[in-house]
């Protein structure tokens, strides 16, 4: 089956992936819903909400600086790596990632559609203020939460989608995307989170094949037209010597 994935993706016209948490677990960032991951010991509502940060932007910040020192200094995995090289190559059009990191771009991938938005930026949402996150933020575990300077408030919130908000115009790019595409390759998602979950549906009512490469079952499985299953690192690697990466 690798061998003829191999010969989708060579062949494709407009090949766009689709990224979950599990493409970056492999750089040491851990993911959301497993028995290590980041809501093992927390509510998700209250580090993870709009209603949390605005109830009290100093847990909020208690919980996520030491994560966005993590996040810092974490290295592209195999499979950033494996999708930027297609992209250089002209076989991968664009990604579509729920990931926050940058990791993407940190690999050299350029036509990335961050869905759940990124940490790179902060705003206050007092007075709308922007500025860069890493250089506004002392990241040491016992740093206190940003004041903007503008105004003096606490409510200095990540440019990231928190539960509550909308996805925002990201949505209608990526939906596009891959309607233009011929091949979807979806890469350590569960597919079981929605609005994102439905491009996959999307993509085969428009014609795309679908590939699933995960570690477990998908809640969209169903749909692919091939699921390959293992480590990631393991998976891209197999890909690659065909398609001569």
Not at 7 to 13: K, V
Request: charged share 25%.
């Amino acid at each position: 089956m690798i061998g003829m994935v191999a010969r989708w993706i060579d062949q494709a016209r407009h090949a766009v992936a689709l990224t979950g948490a599990g493409v970056s677990t492999e750089s040491g960032i851990p993911d959301f819903r497993s028995d290590a991951g980041l809501w093992k010991d927390v509510d998700p509502m209250d580090v993870a909400s709009t209603a949390g940060f605005e109830e009290d932007p100093r847990r909020f910040y208690r919980f996520w600086i030491p994560k966005l020192a993590a996040i810092r200094d974490a290295q592209p995995s195999a499979a950033h790596r494996f999708l930027a090289r297609l992209e250089s190559r002209g076989r991968m059009q664009a990604v579509v990632t729920q990931n926050v990191d940058g990791l993407h771009q940190k690999a050299g991938s350029r036509r990335v559609l961050e869905m759940h938005g990124s940490f790179r930026r902060l705003e206050c949402q007092v007075c709308g203020h922007s500025m860069d996150l890493q250089a506004s933020i002392d990241l040491r575990e016992d740093a206190k939460p940003p004041i903007c300077p503008s105004c003096g408030s606490l409510r200095m919130k990540p440019s990231v989608v928190l539960f509550g908000d909308m996805l925002g115009p990201v949505l209608a790019e990526a939906e596009q995307e891959i309607r233009d595409a011929d091949l979807l390759l979806c890469l350590g998602s569960s597919l079981a989170v929605f609005p994102v979950a439905g491009l996959v549906p999307l993509a085969r009512r428009s014609g795309a094949k679908v590939v699933i490469l995960n570690r477990e079952t998908t809640g969209m499985d169903d749909e692919a037209d091939a699921v390959l299953r293992g480590e990631l690192s393991d998976l891209v690697q197999e890909l690659a010597a065909p398609l001569g990466l």
